[in-house]
């Protein structure tokens, strides 16, 4: 859990501070059409940075840091939802979809794995 969650951490310090310095990057690459306000895009990278402090402070003690890990694995739900509906109203590419792989997707698993035994951690002291 410790491992996973600073890996998920760093990761999302580097690429918010990508987006937050390339604000258009990730359009571009993509074929995707730039923002005419990239300041919200960077704002995004600002949020996820964000997050992957919130990873690393949880990686400590990831039964007690429960809450911020379940912050986090709601927008990696949330985020390809909306990346869904986006791509069903024509707003992005396909292709900028490779920001929901590797931001979301991969860490459903882990981080459902790491809630599920926080879920059973406190299930057993609240059964003491």
Known sequence: MKYTLIAAGLYNIIWGSWVIFFPTMAFELSGAKIPTYPQIWQCVGMIVA??????????????????????????????PIGFIHSIMQDVFPLKFGWNIIFNDLIWWVPFGLILLEAWKSNKRVRSL
């Open 50 to 79: 964000v997050y992957g402090l919130g990873y690393i402070i949880a990686a400590a003690n990831p039964i007690r840091h429960w809450p911020i890990i379940l912050v986090g694995f709601l927008g990696k739900i949330f985020g």
